[in-house]
């Protein structure tokens, strides 16, 4: 059982920046493929970045050279660097654990609002 706590959101002008935290604890934290997503009121909840154990990302076109996914497996912690943010940005953002045999583990979500 892996749990997962994020932390690092709130209000921010267009432009700015803010980072993620999320803090693993339970299973096996360096093994895990780790994502974050997000959600805005009233859309599907979206992809935005992928780390894998190998330490390879993927992103979003959305958000390509603007966020950066990283991860410190010493601190059981994945963080989202985002740079030059922007009224769409808003949304709940939530970390995703994903183990080597497929079982996802979610965390509660935390809130990025982006005023213009």
């Known amino acids: 059982q892996v749990q997962l706590v994020e932390s690092g959101g709130g209000l921010v002008q267009a432009g700015g920046s803010l980072r993620l935290s999320c803090a693993a604890s339970?299973?096996?934290?360096?093994?895990?493929?780790m994502r974050w997503y997000h959600q805005a009121p009233g859309k599907q909840r979206e992809l935005v970045a992928t780390i894998t154990s190998t330490g390879s990302t993927n992103y979003a076109d959305s958000v390509k050279g603007r966020f950066t996914i990283s991860r410190d497996n010493a601190k059981n912690t994945v963080y989202l660097q985002m740079n030059s943010l922007k009224p769409e940005d808003t949304a709940v953002y939530y970390c995703?654990?994903?183990?080597?045999?497929?079982?996802?583990?979610w965390g509660q979500g935390t809130q990025v609002t982006v005023s213009s």
């Open positions: 339970g299973g096996i934290f360096r093994i895990n493929t």
């Open positions: 995703n654990a994903q183990t080597p045999n497929r079982n996802n583990y």
